[in-house]
């Protein structure tokens, strides 16, 4: 089983920065992929909400559909804990991310959610 731990969401301002993280625990040697999801109030985590997920064996990153993300937001992994740092933030950045884990054989799991909200 593995255990996931967000950290990072908050308040910035537009044109502000964050960045989050997802620690990683337990049988992290399952894993197969790591991304982030973000999901405003009344939308479902599915793939057309997926910001980016990482290949935990070659670390090969793969960004969403949203070119706006693509642009300003990166992904890494140290260790255990992905980041995805956030730069040039908009309005419509404002979400609760969710980290989650794929393992090889078995359910995904997620972390609790972290909210990024940003003024304008």
């Not at 993280?21 to 399952?30: E, I, K, L």
């Not at 197969?32 to 990153?61: K, Y």
Request: overall charge negative; hydrophobic content about 30%; some cysteine.
């Amino acid at each position: 089983q593995v255990q996931l731990v967000e950290s990072g969401g908050g308040l910035a301002q537009t044109g502000g920065s964050l960045r989050l993280a997802c620690a990683a625990s337990g049988r992290t040697s399952d894993i197969h992929t790591l991304g982030w999801f973000r999901q405003e109030p009344g939308e479902s985590r599915d793939e057309a909400n997926l910001v980016a997920r990482i290949t935990w064996s070659n670390g090969r990153i793969d960004y969403g559909h949203d070119d706006s993300v693509k642009d300003r937001f990166t992904m890494s992994k140290d260790k255990d804990t992905v980041y995805l740092q956030m730069d040039r933030l908009k309005p419509e950045d404002t979400a609760r991310y969710h980290c989650y884990a794929d393992p090889h054989n078995g359910p995904r799991t997620w972390g609790q959610g972290t909210q990024v909200t940003v003024s304008s």
